[in-house]
Protein backbone atom coordinates (compact mmCIF):
# COMPACT_ATOMS: atom_id res chain seq x y z
CA UNK A 1 0.00 0.00 0.00
CA UNK A 2 2.72 2.37 0.80
CA UNK A 3 4.20 1.84 -2.25
CA UNK A 4 1.26 2.62 -4.21
CA UNK A 5 0.86 5.68 -2.09
CA UNK A 6 4.43 7.00 -2.47
CA UNK A 7 4.10 6.28 -6.75
CA UNK A 8 1.17 8.24 -6.90
CA UNK A 9 2.37 11.22 -4.69
CA UNK A 10 6.03 11.23 -7.29
CA UNK A 11 3.20 11.29 -10.43
CA UNK A 12 2.06 14.12 -8.41
CA UNK A 13 4.94 15.38 -7.46
CA UNK A 14 6.20 15.23 -11.86
CA UNK A 15 3.46 16.50 -12.57
CA UNK A 16 3.81 19.88 -10.76
CA UNK A 17 7.39 20.27 -12.24
CA UNK A 18 6.23 19.85 -15.32
CA UNK A 19 3.79 22.31 -15.29
CA UNK A 20 6.89 24.61 -13.80
CA UNK A 21 9.26 23.46 -16.60
CA UNK A 22 6.71 24.86 -19.11
CA UNK A 23 5.34 27.84 -17.14
CA UNK A 24 9.26 29.36 -15.80
CA UNK A 25 10.28 28.17 -19.96
CA UNK A 26 7.42 30.00 -21.63
CA UNK A 27 8.30 32.88 -18.94
CA UNK A 28 11.89 33.17 -19.59
CA UNK A 29 11.43 32.97 -23.01
CA UNK A 30 9.18 35.98 -23.18
CA UNK A 31 11.18 37.88 -20.63
CA UNK A 32 14.95 36.91 -22.44
CA UNK A 33 13.44 37.88 -26.22
CA UNK A 34 11.68 41.39 -25.51
CA UNK A 35 12.54 42.64 -22.15
CA UNK A 36 15.95 41.29 -21.31
CA UNK A 37 17.73 44.97 -21.23
CA UNK A 38 15.15 45.84 -18.27
CA UNK A 39 16.28 43.63 -16.08
CA UNK A 40 19.28 41.20 -17.23
CA UNK A 41 20.15 39.34 -14.09
CA UNK A 42 16.53 38.38 -13.21
CA UNK A 43 15.58 37.51 -16.20
CA UNK A 44 19.07 35.35 -16.56
CA UNK A 45 17.80 33.89 -13.67
CA UNK A 46 14.30 32.94 -15.13
CA UNK A 47 16.13 31.13 -17.40
CA UNK A 48 18.23 28.95 -15.45
CA UNK A 49 15.30 27.85 -13.14
CA UNK A 50 13.34 26.74 -16.48
CA UNK A 51 16.12 24.86 -17.04
CA UNK A 52 16.84 23.30 -13.85
CA UNK A 53 12.56 22.46 -13.33
CA UNK A 54 12.88 20.74 -16.95
CA UNK A 55 15.73 18.30 -15.90
CA UNK A 56 14.30 18.23 -12.36
CA UNK A 57 11.49 17.16 -13.98
CA UNK A 58 13.11 14.38 -16.09
CA UNK A 59 15.32 13.54 -13.40
CA UNK A 60 12.38 12.45 -11.63
CA UNK A 61 10.54 10.82 -14.33
CA UNK A 62 13.16 8.33 -15.36
CA UNK A 63 14.23 5.90 -12.62
CA UNK A 64 17.43 4.35 -14.09
CA UNK A 65 21.14 5.40 -15.17
CA UNK A 66 22.34 8.76 -15.40
CA UNK A 67 19.03 10.46 -14.59
CA UNK A 68 18.92 8.40 -11.13
CA UNK A 69 22.14 9.66 -10.44
CA UNK A 70 21.27 13.54 -11.27
CA UNK A 71 18.29 13.25 -9.52
CA UNK A 72 19.50 14.43 -6.14
CA UNK A 73 22.33 16.84 -7.19
CA UNK A 74 19.53 18.58 -9.47
CA UNK A 75 17.21 19.05 -6.51
CA UNK A 76 20.01 20.37 -4.29
CA UNK A 77 20.89 22.68 -7.00
CA UNK A 78 17.74 24.26 -7.40
CA UNK A 79 17.45 24.44 -3.15
CA UNK A 80 20.28 26.41 -3.44
CA UNK A 81 19.09 28.78 -5.70
CA UNK A 82 15.91 29.54 -4.22
CA UNK A 83 17.29 29.82 -0.94
CA UNK A 84 20.09 32.09 -2.89
CA UNK A 85 17.77 34.23 -5.18
CA UNK A 86 15.42 34.36 -2.43
CA UNK A 87 17.79 35.53 -0.15
CA UNK A 88 19.14 38.31 -2.77
CA UNK A 89 16.44 39.59 -3.54
CA UNK A 90 16.03 40.60 -0.29
CA UNK A 91 18.46 41.39 1.03
CA UNK A 92 19.93 43.49 -2.78
CA UNK A 93 16.63 44.54 -4.49
CA UNK A 94 18.65 46.37 -6.36
CA UNK A 95 19.81 43.47 -8.57
CA UNK A 96 16.21 42.40 -8.86
CA UNK A 97 14.34 45.13 -10.44
CA UNK A 98 11.87 42.68 -11.92
CA UNK A 99 10.64 39.12 -10.07
CA UNK A 100 11.86 35.82 -11.23
CA UNK A 101 10.73 32.27 -10.55
CA UNK A 102 12.27 32.37 -7.38
CA UNK A 103 12.82 35.68 -5.74
CA UNK A 104 11.40 36.37 -2.58
CA UNK A 105 11.94 32.53 -2.25
CA UNK A 106 9.15 32.13 -4.75
CA UNK A 107 6.52 34.36 -3.29
CA UNK A 108 5.25 34.84 -6.72
CA UNK A 109 4.04 31.69 -6.61
CA UNK A 110 2.91 30.95 -3.34
CA UNK A 111 6.55 29.57 -1.90
CA UNK A 112 6.00 26.60 -4.28
CA UNK A 113 9.40 26.72 -5.51
CA UNK A 114 10.74 26.92 -1.99
CA UNK A 115 8.65 23.91 -1.07
CA UNK A 116 9.16 21.98 -4.21
CA UNK A 117 12.73 21.06 -3.90
CA UNK A 118 12.00 19.75 -0.09
CA UNK A 119 9.18 17.73 -0.86
CA UNK A 120 11.11 16.27 -3.88
CA UNK A 121 13.87 15.49 -1.34
CA UNK A 122 11.64 13.57 0.98
CA UNK A 123 10.34 11.60 -2.13
CA UNK A 124 13.54 10.97 -3.55
CA UNK A 125 14.77 9.50 -0.18
CA UNK A 126 11.78 7.65 0.30
CA UNK A 127 11.77 6.05 -3.28
CA UNK A 128 15.60 4.64 -2.53
CA UNK A 129 15.00 3.23 0.72
Request: glycine share 6%; no cysteine.
Amino acid sequence: MANKQSMGIGRLLIAVYGVFALSATARASYQLFRKFDEAPIAYSLSLVSAITYILVTISLARRAGFWQKAAKPLVFFELAGVLLVGTLSIVVPSLFKHPSVWSEYGIGYGFLPLILPILALFWLRKRSA
